[in-house]
């Protein structure tokens, strides 16, 4: 039907196409491949006449840029075979710029007509704002986003804190099971890398320590350097960034895809508490279980040292054990005393990201990323904050 | 001129399984240029599987799909681009671009037309964009920013950014507001008017069917059950067809005409 207004001359699709087992078509192979491969053999024709332009074939989008930049008055539009809402876009244009279109067939015409009609109308942009207000403004907005993020922390947890207050206070209702897989989750299978992650670390530093400590004929304090660091900074810090990355980012997934799909309206809507069944037993498993798992890092880092002390200096077991029954137990209490503070600050701030995730799945990914960054950052400044705590009372 | 129907796309024997659930067995379906067809069936007969498996989605397990004269399956990677710019496809909730604007995301399929300058393409898809009934606010809002009738619009111009000769359109009015969906409903019709397109319409919604199409294909038994105007359907003798065109919402609608 309606071939001559909708010639059909798309590669392969018609008499008149240059596709399978086209006789006809006498140009050079790569050009004709490049032609059937590529789009359909759409042609304007652009012709200047004395007082107007003569426009032939094909006015579609493929074809739009062979018209002329510039206006013309006058446009005969009596040849022309095939139009499109571009065309027709760019005809309704030039007709509003001024110029005349004549030899419309009945049918362009309507499609002109429709495409004119729908001409969206833009609206007066707005004002721009002088350039020392938008710094002023975005400066403004990050400070107070900035102490805004604080206090939502605050309230997560207060949400958090009211919500085990209510279940210590109805202990039938407190999620044990839900409790028991995230301990799981966040602890026993953060076990083999903790405990590798450790044992390393605590090789590292016998190894770099004892370089030093020969030049001054003092290896055996190389026990000291290590228990001192692993049990009261690197053992936990560094089991605390570990757990950042691994559970914040599950905190803000799980909780975020949830709040997607709105599975927590849904919730509320069924007199669920997410306080109560999301955010509470992840964070209280991230509390019971982060000072185990710093327990098991220093342990791992203790002998990672030991190896590495017996290996290169020969220390034997006995009397690395011996030098570290010296030393103070202060530095373990001190070392897992930040755990539980640690693993609130991370499970705080990966429930409120996920909490925070908007309709569309960019923003699941956007707050997961974002998570794990404020959940590190955090737990350094956090240790940072104790180092100078410590210190300040004689611990 | 010719009066001889164009078939544009033709299923013949087509069979399409996932695993051991076999969705279609024998399927045969023909679209004709021009024409707007609707292809209903309860849930689960694999309505939108059948548009998955026409635009080269789903594998098919048997048959032959022919789409202007290209099989699907068969075509090398530049044929394949060369066709997929002749159709356009709506997913039923828009499947925009989460990262890019309403206007960037009509702008994706015109970005393959060459020699096409910014301002063109940025008009081209602002023109789209009005012509799916967006205003004019719409066009810098992301994708997550829009109520769901509005990313179906949305949608909706990216299909038609290119002009193409077929439409297939998944569920069209589904979720949308009665006067949304009868606008709904005009523009498709406007537009195929307009622009010669043929339309494959998976719905659920008979006030789509009387209002656009002008066959109806009804699906079950995991094939074509029967083809035919409205009035035809009517007449049908199949318990669900019966039902489904007799029912009380059908009836709703008749009584309107």
């Known amino acids: 039907m309606d071939d001559d207004r909708f010639p059909v001359r798309w590669p392969g699709s018609g008499p008149d196409g240059y596709g399978k087992g086209d006789q006809h078509d006498c140009r050079p192979a790569t050009f004709r491949r490049r032609v059937r491969v590529m789009r359909p ?342 240790d940072a904050a104790f180092s100078i705590f410590f210190a300040q009372v004689g611990l | 001129m010719n009066d001889a129907v164009e078939t544009v796309v033709r299923v013949r024997g087509l069979r399409t399984q996932f695993g051991t659930h076999v969705v279609h067995d024998g399927l045969d379906l023909d679209l004709n240029r021009g024409e707007i067809l609707g292809v209903v069936g309860g849930s689960g007969t694999g309505k939108s599987v059948l548009l998955r498996a026409i635009v080269g989605l789903d594998a098919v397990r048997a048959g032959t799909i022919d789409v202007l004269g290209n099989r699907i399956g068969t075509l090398s990677g530049p044929d394949r681009r060369a066709l997929e710019q002749r159709w356009g496809v709506m997913f039923q909730d828009g499947a925009l671009f989460s990262s890019l604007t309403v206007r960037e995301n009509v702008e994706v399929p015109l970005r393959a037309v060459p020699g096409l300058t910014d301002a063109q393409r940025r008009g081209l898809a602002e023109l789209k964009i009005g012509m799916a009934g967006l205003p004019w606010k719409a066009n810098d809002d992301m994708p997550a920013d829009l109520s769901g009738g509005m990313r179906k619009r949305a949608g909706l111009a990216r299909a038609l950014a290119l002009d193409p000769e077929i439409l297939f359109l998944d569920e069209p009015t589904a979720g949308l507001d009665p006067i949304g969906a009868a606008a709904f409903d005009r523009l498709i019709v406007t537009l195929r008017d307009a622009l010669n397109l043929s339309v494959f319409l998976v719905t659920h919604d008979l006030d789509t069917l009387h209002a656009c199409c002008d066959r109806v294909a009804v699906l079950a038994e995991r094939r074509v059950l029967t083809t035919g105007t409205m009035a035809q359907m009517l007449d049908v003798d199949h318990p669900w067809v019966h039902e489904y065109f007799h029912g009380p919402r059908a009836r709703a609608v008749t009584a309107k005409d």
């Open chain 1, 41 to 382: 053999t759409q042609h304007l024709g652009v012709e200047a006449g004395d007082d107007r332009v003569i426009l032939s074939g094909d006015l579609v989008v493929w074809t739009l840029h062979r018209l002329n930049a510039k206006d013309d008055a006058r446009i005969d539009l009596s040849a022309l075979v095939r139009l499109d809402t571009a065309g027709a876009w760019e005809l309704a244009r030039r007709r509003a710029a001024g110029a005349d279109l004549t030899g419309l067939s009945a049918r362009h015409a309507d499609l002109l007509a429709a495409v004119t009609a729908a001409l969206p109308r833009a609206e007066a942009p707005k004002p721009a704002v002088p350039t020392w207000r938008r710094v002023l403004q975005a400066t403004g907005r990050l400070v107070t986003g900035a102490g805004l993020y604080l206090l939502q922390l605050a309230e997560y947890l207060g949400r958090m804190l009211a919500a085990l207050a209510r279940t210590i206070r109805h202990p039938t209702r407190f999620p044990l099971t839900a409790l028991v897989h995230h301990a799981q989750e966040t602890g026993l299978r953060a076990v083999p890398i903790v405990a590798v992650m450790s044992f390393l670390i605590g090789v590292v530093l016998a190894f770099q320590g004892s370089e030093q400590l020969r030049q001054f004929g003092a290896e055996v304090f190389v026990v000291d350097l290590i228990a001192i660091s692993i049990l009261r900074e690197l053992g936990i810090l560094l089991t605390a960034i570990v757990v950042a990355g691994r559970t914040a980012s599950a905190l803000t997934a799980s909780i975020g895809s949830m709040k997607m799909r709105q599975e927590i309206d849904a919730m509320r809507t069924l007199g669920l508490d997410p306080d109560r069944v999301l955010i509470l037993p992840r964070i209280l498993a991230l509390v019971v279980m982060l000072p185990i798992l710093g327990l098991i890092s220093a342990v791992a880092g203790l002998l990672g040292g030991a190896v590495m002390s017996w290996v290169e200096l020969g220390i034997s077991p006995a009397v690395f054990l011996a030098r570290l029954a010296d030393i103070s137990v202060t530095h373990a209490v001190v070392g897992l005393g930040k755990a539980p503070i640690f693993a609130l600050i991370i499970g705080v701030i990966g429930c409120h990201a996920g909490m925070q995730v908007g309709k569309d799945a960019e923003s699941l990914g956007r707050m997961t990323s974002s998570a794990v960054v404020s959940a590190i950052f955090a737990v350094i400044i956090a």
